[in-house]
């Protein structure tokens, strides 16, 4: 049997090495496999998250019951093993993220590279797939250097993300041509660009604060300010979960997740009854980070020079407001260059979920982030790459009956 890897990322590898006994031909246009494994977990590369089932598909933003069966057959437990026994050992830290012991991204290539030559697969750099045609028998790979024939063939060639790693979105039209929808990819876990200047505050990070939208649940934890609006943990989670959704819409930042409205106002009573003689702009210390105030102030409409006993009532519910719920209009994010995953990809109602083979071609499998499926931070996203391509692989290794 000879099978065809399009794509020799963290999908493409695994795929490689889990056809066992087939003649396998890993094809990639760049000059060597797993470039954008290098940039993984800030180059230590948090491979998976050591995580049951369960938890791990409520981890998965789109379509994760098609991933049940392939989270099942291949667990965070399988992704260890599969390191380990080809040299890289590994370590698990907060949050239940793993990474190679020695923090070196490249340990994991190394890793997967050699479990795919291990089953005896050969692999072809700078070689595009430009074309892959239906044969009475199989498929014929159009590549920049000619032409093979193969049995079977296994699409791993990711998503859009990170274009200069290779996965610039240039085999969705190949895989359109075979007759699969592609959902159209966006940007997800991406900073978000915001039509409020808030680079006053550039590189502050909010700690425990929460985000939502009239649409997503509070996301608890951190935010970063930036030059264009908000990045860290909770902004890009939010990106995923509004990912296809248009722009502009609003966000609201809670400051004081932990506290009740009224809460809130009581600990703003004491604080000012504490600071009498100060003027309102001085007397927010306490609560909030510096570089914030002003905008609450601003917002407000309260005097900033106004004596703090001088605040009313009133204005102290719509400051209760604005630390509760303070309004931003999204109106963007950073794109692809910045983002971490694709949102979109190939339409998975077209794919069995038990074997990642087409269910409009026979013999063609798909494995990885070109699958419309994508899932938050955590090593959640590497290890569908890895999950889908070994069943991916492992399947299209098997002979069926006609
Ligand atoms: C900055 C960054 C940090 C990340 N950190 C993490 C992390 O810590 N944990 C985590 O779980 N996930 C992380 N991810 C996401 C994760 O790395 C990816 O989801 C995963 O690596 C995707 O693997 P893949 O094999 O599906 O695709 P890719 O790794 O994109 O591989 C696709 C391959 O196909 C090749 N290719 C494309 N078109 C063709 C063609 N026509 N012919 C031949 N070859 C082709 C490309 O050159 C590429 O090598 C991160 C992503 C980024 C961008």
């Given at each position: 049997m000879k099978i065809a890897v399009i794509g020799g990322g963290a999908a493409g590898l695994t795929a490689a090495g889990s056809a066992k006994g087939a003649a396998v031909t890993v094809f990639d246009h760049m000059e060597k496999v797993g470039k954008k494994i290098y940039i993984t977990g800030k180059g230590r590369c948090n491979f998976t998250n050591v995580c049951d089932n369960q938890t791990f598909l409520q981890n998965v933003v789109t379509n994760s019951p098609f991933l049940r069966s392939a989270i099942s057959k291949f667990t965070p437990y399988d992704a260890i093993d599969l390191l380990e026994n080809n040299g890289c050992k590994t370590k698990v830290e907060r949050g239940r993220r793993a990474f190679p012991q020695s923090d070196k991204a490249s340990d994991v290539i190394k890793a997967l590279s050699r479990y795919a030559e291990s089953n005896g697969a050969v692999i072809k750099l700078n070689s595009k797939v430009i074309d892959i045609a239906r044969t009475d028998n199989g498929y014929a790979v159009c590549c920049s250097d000619g032409e093979e024939h193969f049995d079977r063939v296994i699409m791993?060639?990711?998503?859009?993300?990170?274009?200069?790693?290779?996965?610039?979105?240039?085999a969705y039209a190949v895989i359109m041509r075979l007759g699969h929808t592609v959902i159209t990819p966006q940007p997800s876990l991406v900073a978000l660009v915001t039509q409020e200047d808030l680079s006053a505050a550039e590189g502050l990070t909010l700690k425990n604060v929460s985000l939502r939208t009239d649409k997503v649940k509070p996301i608890f934890g951190d935010l970063m300010i930036t030059a264009d609006g908000i990045s860290g943990p909770i902004a890009l989670t939010l990106s995923a979960y509004t990912a296809r959704d248009r722009f502009p819409y609003k966000a609201y930042i809670d400051f004081k997740p932990a506290m009740s409205r009224d809460e809130l106002d009581a600990r703003l009573l004491r604080d000012f009854g504490a600071q009498l003689n100060k003027q309102f702009k001085n007397a927010l210390d306490l609560l909030l980070p510096k570089s914030v105030i002003p905008f609450i102030i601003e917002r407000s409409g309260v005097d900033g020079a106004l004596p703090v006993n001088s605040v009313t009532k009133k204005q102290r519910a719509r400051i209760v407001e604005l630390v509760k719920a303070f309004e931003l209009n999204v109106t963007g994010n950073e794109g692809f260059n910045r983002a971490v995953v694709t949102c979109g990809g190939v339409d998975v109602k077209e794919i069995n979920p038990k074997t990642m083979e087409s269910r409009i071609s026979r013999g063609l499998y798909f494995g990885g982030e070109t699958l419309d499926v994508d899932a938050l931070t955590g090593g959640y996203n590497f290890h569908i790459a890895l999950a889908t391509g070994y069943v991916a692989g492992s399947s299209a290794a098997v002979e069926q009956d006609e």
């Open positions: 791993c060639t990711g998503g859009m993300s990170y274009p200069q790693t290779g996965s610039d979105g240039n």
